[in-house]
């Protein structure tokens, strides 16, 4: 085992919240002005430029703070998105261990509803909070890696050989990074640890660890009875509406009245370690479960049970009504009885279910036996599958302390309810590699939405625990 270099904790401090203040933060504001959104939401993301504008941003103040030996490159291969890549020598003696740390600078797009003084192009500074899109989600993750690093560089502490991965489709789906994956797997090795920094916090007052995350499919269900509108007054009675075979569609899958999902192909046995993870994390958190959301005045959550809803927002299927089409603006709509109706459909899924066998049920249960013999349609099948964490004792004991020692408080872990296609792809393809996977989208940080803000103390202090990790990674 490898001697422990304790870190100066005074000092790396002050060297995190120095870069963070006079570097990372005005970076970040440059880039919350950068459009830069993710293809699926901008199809002419080449023409536009700005993608390339945000990667230049990046890998210019990465080459601006490069370690020693450290190897910068933006690949580029035929039509797909760039990615960034970083290779950093390790600095343990004979040491041939890889850390791979990811992010992504790829955005959602605008979203309605910011407040007036604030918009998802215009970095704001309030608080100790960076408002506008991306910076949280997930920009920071590539300032906050490096500066992790160059934490133990500048105290001489050993770290083994690092590479950062950058990507700029994760908003998408993450679709090309298999082929980036394949095509520079000589460079990335074969990684012992992986530092993903783009999951969520349940506050701000210590460090939060992911344990799991969902998988998901989407679809398109789209009805159709009639091959043109009609005048509602001549057909209603006599053909069926089509939002009405829609809804009874959804019926088959989803109990209206409790959110259930009825498919029993869609369902896990819950282990009981997650169970009690939730129960932890219910009694450290209380109301803040359900308060974190922007809940109308007198709206309440599915059930008081805070344990249970922390289960149905991690470990059981959910439905989701995401988008809608055949459906006019309620300016426009008149007595029309309308041709076909579409609904975009998203199912999260618990974290160990196979995501392309759930959308195998899903589609079947969607199309079989047509109600009045309506045609069904589901189109744009997309799975990915969730992801359920292994961790060793030396991650969880160096995480544990160094979120005492930054934040005062023991660290928490937690299921996530979103779903990063990379990490179920790393632990499929790295099956011995420890994850490392924290975030700072905290409560009311509002990720995708608007009003979506940086909580940059809790950043500073991500960005320390990281760098004990990485220096207990090289003394185990």
């Not at 690092?162 to 095509?183: A, K, N, Q, R």
């Not at 059930?303 to 922390?310: A, K, N, R, S, V």
Request: glycine fraction near 8%; proline fraction near 6%; charged fraction near 20%.
């Amino acid at each position: 085992m490898a001697e422990r270099n304790a870190v100066d904790t005074a000092q790396a401090e002050a060297l995190v919240n120095k870069t963070w203040d006079e570097s990372i933060v005005p970076a970040l504001a440059e880039y919350i002005k950068i459009p830069n959104k993710s293809p699926m939401f901008d199809a002419r993301w080449r023409e536009h430029g700005y993608m390339d504008q945000a990667v230049e941003l990046v890998r210019s103040w990465c080459a601006d703070h490069a370690l020693p030996g450290m190897r910068l490159d933006v690949v580029r291969e035929g039509d797909r998105t760039p990615v960034i890549f970083i290779e950093i020598p390790g600095t343990v003696p004979n040491g041939d261990e890889t850390v791979l740390m990811y992010g992504h600078i790829d955005k959602q797009p605008e979203a309605e509803g910011w407040d007036e003084d604030l918009g998802p192009w215009k970095p704001v500074l309030r608080d100790g909070k960076l408002y506008g899109r991306g910076a949280a989600d997930d920009g920071y993750a590539v300032f906050g890696s490096l500066t992790a690093l160059t934490v133990l560089a500048e105290q001489g502490i050993p770290y083994h050989r690092c590479v950062i991965l950058v990507e700029t489709c994760e908003e998408s789906g993450s679709y090309d990074l298999p082929f980036y994956m394949d095509h520079l797997a000589d460079r990335i090795g074969t990684p012992s640890l992986v530092v993903c920094l783009d999951t969520a916090c349940g506050n701000y007052d210590q460090l939060w660890l992911t344990t799991s995350l969902r998988g998901i499919v989407t679809c398109d269900l789209d009805v159709s009875l009639l091959y043109e509108g009609v005048h509602s007054g001549d057909a209603s009675g006599i053909v069926a509406d089509g939002f009405r075979v829609a809804r009874q569609l959804l019926s088959r899958v989803e109990d209206e009245t409790s959110g259930a999902v009825k498919l029993d192909d869609l369902q896990v046995e819950i282990p009981t370690a997650r169970v009690n993870e939730a129960r932890r994390v219910a009694a450290a958190l209380g109301d803040t479960v359900f308060d974190a959301f922007p809940l109308q005045s007198g709206a309440r959550p599915v059930t008081e049970d805070l344990t249970e809803l922390l289960l149905n927002r991690t470990w059981r299927p959910a439905l989701s009504i995401t988008g809608a089409e055949g459906l006019p603006t309620l300016r426009n709509a008149g007595n029309v009885s309308r041709p076909h109706t579409a609904l975009k459909l998203s199912m999260r899924l618990p974290p160990t279910l196979p995501a392309r066998r759930a959308a195998e049920a899903l589609v079947a249960a969607l199309t079989r036996d047509p109600p009045y013999g309506a045609q069904i349609t589901v189109g744009r099948v997309e799975a990915g599958d969730g992801w359920n964490a292994p961790m060793a004792n030396w991650l969880e004991e160096s995480l544990n302390a160094a979120s005492w020692t930054y934040f005062g408080a023991e660290a928490l872990y937690m299921g996530e309810g979103g779903s990063i296609p990379l990490i179920a792809m790393l632990g499929e393809k790295f099956p011995a590699a420890q994850l490392l996977i924290t975030g700072v989208l905290g409560p009311h940080s509002n990720a995708h939405g608007p009003n979506e803000f940086l909580h940059i103390p809790t950043a500073k202090r991500v960005t320390a625990c990281v760098a004990n990790a990485l220096r207990d990674h090289a003394a185990r």
